[in-house]
């Protein structure tokens, strides 16, 4: 890195002084969010540390204005956190920015109007990014990350100044995704409920009038909680409002999306069609999607093992499992209508060794012991309709809608 001249890097840093108080003083906020960037790696704040670094004495620029010293608790800690950014030193960094973060939070409770949200918006989202670069960096030197943690702790004081009456409060939506962000990469997703509540019985927040950005934010997330909590009907309601109000052209967000959507609408038994998968790279749900289709266990079966490793990743392996009642229905409905052209009349009494046999045509060996469970669970999920006659190993399928649709609700538990 080359560094400027003494001259230049005055100017440099005169001009960002100068910059960052006009923003403060026009209620500027577009100007000030840039200010705060770290992440974005742009040429004027790189130049800008490169100044900090080779000037050394910005302390006393700040102090020696009235204009910049009466932001000098700001300012100070702004440009240590820039100053070791560009060095590379991101736990440093984080501990300036962090401080940075909170003389700005002090100053923020003192302007009553929401003009500075935007700038407010940046801080969260580089104090989340910054604490996560300086784990990783804690981490490779055999510390324990801790950071993230503290970002979080940060946040919740901030979602504090938002939650409250005032036209700041349109802010804490957005400040809650970037928490739900950090207990989900921290897997501490337990926290996420007092923030939930909240958001969602606080008689001060009205959540339709939240930005649309933050609101599909909250749904996909809650959405995840709901999947997490194998509660599907409230899942499929928030995944499908954040699929449905999302930006079309963000494709890698509607793909995030339908990562957790698609099992949730397979666990109610609605099928997604190829040529959406295809469009949005989640290929990994075909062969999961013809199980169901042909009712062939052995591809469901051989699907969850290929891509185990996807599956646990995104956290929808154990749903994707249970979908294997939904696949012994389908076989079994497949064995009635192929027994119902041979012969008609006997077409609702079928033998157990049938069903095991065609088992053993997939290459699933099992006995008539087993197959007699899986048929009783069946019938007391509601996913078949009839009893067994035990003397004879026949189960007696209801002559009137033998296999019930799911239509859009979950397998009994």
Not at 87 to 96: D, I, K, R, T
Not at 115 to 129: D, G, K, N, P
Not at 293 to 311: I, N, V, Y
Not at 382 to 391: M, P
Request: aromatic letters at 12%.
């Amino acid at each position: 890195m080359a560094y400027p001249s003494m001259g230049e890097a005055h100017r440099r840093i005169t001009d960002y002084l100068n910059k960052f108080c006009d923003a403060v003083s026009y209620q500027d906020v577009a100007s000030l969010a840039q200010l705060f960037s770290f992440s974005s790696n742009s040429p004027s704040l790189l130049s800008l540390a490169d100044a900090l670094n080779f000037f050394q004495d910005a302390n006393r620029l700040i102090k020696q204005s009235d204009k910049f010293s009466q932001f000098g608790e700001i300012l100070a800690p702004l440009f240590r956190s820039l100053q070791s950014y560009r060095l590379g030193n991101l736990v440093e960094a984080y501990h300036a920015f962090e401080k940075f973060a909170n003389a700005f939070i002090q100053e923020f409770r003192n302007w009553e109007s929401a003009w500075a949200l935007e700038a407010l918006y940046v801080i969260a989202y580089e104090i989340r990014v910054l604490a996560e670069r300086a784990d990783r960096e804690l981490s490779s030197n055999g510390k324990s990350p801790e950071k993230l943690k503290g970002a979080g702790s940060f946040l919740m004081k901030v979602f504090g100044v938002l939650a409250g009456k005032g036209p700041k409060r349109v802010g804490a939506l957005y400040v809650t995704c970037q928490l739900f962000k950090i207990y989900f990469k921290l897997g501490t997703v337990h926290l996420c409920r007092s923030v939930i509540r909240s958001i969602e019985t606080a008689r001060i927040f009205d959540f339709e009038e939240f930005p649309r950005r933050d609101k599909v934010t909250y749904m996909y997330y809650t959405g995840r909680l709901e999947v997490f909590n194998e509660n599907f009907p409230a899942a499929d309601h928030k995944l499908s409002y954040a699929l449905t109000h999302c930006n079309p052209l963000r494709e890698a967000n509607i793909r995030m999306i339908l990562k957790y959507l698609i099992p949730v609408k397979l666990s109610l038994g609605i099928l997604p069609k190829t040529c959406l998968l295809e469009k949005y790279n989640l290929l990994e749900y075909n062969d999961v999607v013809q199980a169901l289709k042909r009712g062939d266990l052995r591809l469901l079966r051989h699907a969850l093992q290929e891509h185990e490793d996807q599956f646990l990743r995104s956290g929808v392996y154990l749903v994707l499992e249970k979908l294997e009642l939904q696949v012994y229905q389908r076989l079994v409905k497949k064995i009635y209508f192929i027994q119902k052209q041979k012969d008609p009349g006997k077409a609702h009494q079928l033998k157990l060794e049938v069903i095991v046999k065609s088992l053993k045509w997939l290459e699933m060996d099992m006995d008539l012991d087993e197959v007699e469970c899986i048929m009783t669970i069946l019938i007391y999920k509601n996913l078949v309709k009839g009893y067994f006659a035990h003397k004879s190993k026949v189960v007696v399928l209801s002559k009137q809608d033998p296999f019930p649709k799911l239509n859009g609700k979950p397998v009994n538990s």
